[in-house]
């Protein structure tokens, strides 16, 4: 099983600025199957990025997703107050898994 | 618009079964695979398993294997998750999710787009 870990566990930012979260598997996922999701309280998670780079329909531009192999980066361009929720990644190479999540914050 | 709607909040005893529903609209059933993702309180999202939508073939995690059922009722454009011999640690909030067309990405090979609103199934005496 490919094991994700995401960093850091808590990002604490203003709104405007940019957020930069990392997704390392423990082993190649494989022509970067990587997706990221957003999950607000009590909400189910949301799509934002497939295939490492590829923005889910409807998703803002500020969001984007970068990296191959074994590191995988989402950056959020400009935080919005909308932006303040867990991020999650997603390999879907192999049986399908999850990081643990990071947190971004109001600082 | 796409749409899963999922059956209501479950109270279970150890060793007692769930069945979770999640009713689809908005496309065509048959078309895409559904996947099953659970999250334990504190704990990361986990995926259970999948169904093709269209012809029944599923796929489980080795976790769960023995213990859950994926199934379908493609005239209900609804599909069931049923998870056996329940424990404490079972105790989480279960989602369905949709996979991408069959015809364009395998079922297991797929990101999950959307996801059900969630069921949160308690396990305890």
């Known amino acids: 099983e490919i094991v994700l870990t995401q960093s850091p566990g808590t990002l604490s930012l203003s709104p405007g600025e940019r957020a930069t979260l990392s997704c390392r598997a423990s082993q190649s996922v494989s022509s970067s199957y990587l997706a990221w999701y957003q999950q607000k309280p009590g909400q189910a998670p949301r799509l934002l990025i497939y295939?490492?780079?590829s923005r889910a329909t409807g998703i803002p531009d500020r969001f984007s997703g970068s990296g191959s192999g074994t590191d995988f980066t989402l950056t959020i361009s400009r935080l919005e107050p909308e932006d303040f929720a867990v991020y999650y990644c997603q390999q879907y190479g192999s049986s399908p898994s999850f990081g643990q999540g990071t947190k971004v914050e109001i600082k | 618009q796409v749409q899963l709607v999922q059956s209501g909040a479950e109270v279970k005893k150890p060793g007692a079964s769930v069945k979770v529903s999640c009713k689809a609209s908005g496309y065509t059933f048959t078309s895409y695979a559904m996947h099953w993702v659970r999250q334990a309180p504190g704990q990361r999202l986990e995926w259970m398993g999948w169904?093709?939508?269209?012809?029944?073939?599923?796929k489980y995690s080795q976790k769960f294997q023995g213990r859950v059922t994926i199934t379908r009722d493609t005239s209900a454009s609804t599909a069931y998750m049923e998870l056996s011999s329940l424990r404490s640690e079972d105790t989480a909030v279960y989602y369905c999710?949709?996979?991408?067309?069959?015809?364009?990405?395998?079922?297991?090979?797929?990101?999950?787009?959307?996801w059900g609103q969630g069921t949160l199934v308690t396990v305890s005496s």
């Open positions: 169904i093709n939508a269209g012809n029944g073939n599923t």
């Open positions: 295939g490492a780079s």
């Open positions: 999710a949709r996979a991408p067309p069959i015809v364009v990405v395998p079922a297991d090979r797929s990101w999950f787009d959307p």
